[in-house]
């Protein structure tokens, strides 16, 4: 026992008091086992492990339209009303489509916030005034073209010849309800042709308006209701896209939509984007097939001569 003295508080106030050496004790060693416990495993006592039943497909829709769907007016340059599904199989759709978009994008803009839109690369607007000559645009657009012809996906669209249906109709069905049933029960009949009609599908579309968005819904959910063909519940859900969402899915829908209008509009005129969809369309045979046989069946034309609804 060491006797030592301390201050408390008044350094004229000592105190001695008694302090204990201890003395120093080394720590123990941990010691380690040689080999780790073993843990059980389902694998190790042969239970069957269960996977997750999947709830969704693999596919992923992109839907656009080109033209004016309402029957008041007709523009005689563009009479059509057509719309589009673009149906891409997700693993090839995140890890070729998207990178591809993208690749491009950096290429000619130095970034990727650029929403890639029909009419403004047509008419050079908005993010496409940037383009210094002809040659450096018509150079996009063969590059452009390039990834739409390198990306894997089924095209099913329908074209309204509104010039037609007004004049078999006295009150014309809305092209857009008439070309989105078409559309849905094409989309349902792939689906089953690739096992996957059970399993829940997204249909993405760009929201336009409250008013227009709440008509879509309605009738979209009206057609998987059971108001179709086969008379079942159909396992689509639709997505409402913002406008500013950059999704490289709608992007092509969009770039896909004007061209197969044009296709029906200016027919015998050279069409090299059309020449690239017809490689697209859902048809039958399959890809022995591919470029013919699409009529009626992945391309709807309505009203046909010997047709009064396209479903």
């Given at each position: 026992m060491d006797r030592r003295q301390f201050s408390l508080f008044d350094p004229e106030v000592t105190v001695d008091l008694e302090v204990a050496i201890v003395p120093e004790i080394a720590p123990k060693p941990v010691v380690v086992p040689e080999s780790p416990v073993e843990l059980?495993?389902?694998?190790?006592?042969?239970?069957?492990?269960?996977?997750?039943?999947?709830?969704?497909s693999k596919f992923i829709v992109y839907v656009d339209e080109s033209g004016d769907h309402g029957m008041q007016t007709i523009d005689a340059k563009f009479p059509v009303f057509v719309l589009a599904f673009c149906i891409?199989?997700?693993?090839?759709?995140?890890?070729?489509?998207?990178?591809?978009?993208?690749?491009?994008?950096?290429?000619?803009?130095?970034?990727?916030?650029?929403?890639?839109?029909?009419?403004?690369?047509?008419?050079?607007?908005?993010?496409?005034?940037?383009?210094?000559?002809?040659?450096?645009?018509?150079?996009?657009i063969s590059e452009l073209t390039d990834v739409i012809q390198q990306s894997n996906f089924i095209l099913v669209s329908c074209v309204i010849d509104k010039v037609r249906l007004r004049a078999k109709q006295a009150l014309p069905d809305n092209p857009y309800h008439l070309a989105l049933g078409f559309c849905i029960e094409t989309l349902y009949e792939f689906l089953c042709e690739k096992g996957q009609e059970k399993l829940l599908t997204h249909v993405v579309v760009e929201r336009r308006g409250d008013q227009e968005d709440n008509d879509l819904e309605l009738e979209f959910r009206r057609i998987c209701d059971g108001d179709n063909k086969w008379r079942i519940r159909l396992p689509f859900e639709i997505i409402f896209a913002d406008k500013r969402v950059n999704s490289s899915g709608l992007q092509l829908a969009d770039l896909v939509a004007r061209p197969i209008g044009m296709s029906f509009v200016r027919t015998g005129q050279e069409n090299r984007a059309f020449e690239v969809l017809k490689q697209k369309f859902y048809c039958s045979g399959g890809r022995a097939n591919v470029g013919v046989g699409y009529q009626d069946m992945g391309l709807k034309i309505f009203p046909a001569p010997e047709s009064e609804k396209p479903r």
């Open positions: 059980v495993t389902p694998k190790m006592l042969d239970v069957p492990v269960e996977t997750p039943a999947p709830k969704f891409f199989h997700k693993m090839h759709y995140t890890r070729k489509v998207v990178a591809a978009v993208e690749d491009l994008k950096f290429k000619h803009f130095g970034h990727d916030h650029i929403v890639l839109h029909e009419r403004d690369i047509r008419k050079e607007t908005g993010d496409f005034k940037t383009f210094q000559t002809k040659a450096e645009k018509h150079q996009f």
